[in-house]
């Protein structure tokens, strides 16, 4: 059984920077991981992912260029620099276990088996 818990989160002033962790139990290095957020009225959306079996890493178009994405143990972290109001969401964490999750493009919903509980991040002009 996956578990994911997420921390990290919090309040900071635009083209600031905070770094998000995802704390793994029960993961195999078959799975993808990556980071979604979601917006109350909106999709869950992907933000960045790795397969490590690949060693890919993708990010949404929104993000290119601002977050990073590393794995470290058990470990899934977010770097996310240079923040903007519309990166306020609430971040979650997941796993997925299909070989081929994550490896052509980054996860979406239907990518993923497992979630954190979420990570409120909240960015002020």
Not at 46 to 64: C, E, L
Not at 95 to 105: E, I, K, M
Request: glycine letters at 12%.
């Amino acid at each position: 059984q996956v578990q994911l818990v997420e921390s990290g989160g919090g309040s900071v002033q635009a083209r600031g920077s905070l770094r998000l962790s995802c704390a793994a139990s029960g993961y195999t290095s078959r799975y993808c991981m990556g980071w979604f957020r979601q917006v109350p009225g909106k999709e869950r959306e992907g933000v960045a992912s790795i397969n490590p079996a690949y060693a890919v890493a993708y990010f949404a178009d929104s993000v290119k260029g601002r977050f990073t994405i590393s794995q470290a143990g058990r470990t899934l972290y977010l770097q996310m620099n240079n923040l903007a109001p519309e990166d306020t969401a609430m971040y979650y964490c997941a796993a997925g276990d299909r070989q081929n999750c994550g490896r052509f493009r980054v996860m979406d919903t239907a990518d993923a088996n497992y979630w954190g509980q979420g990570t409120q991040v909240t960015v002020s002009s």
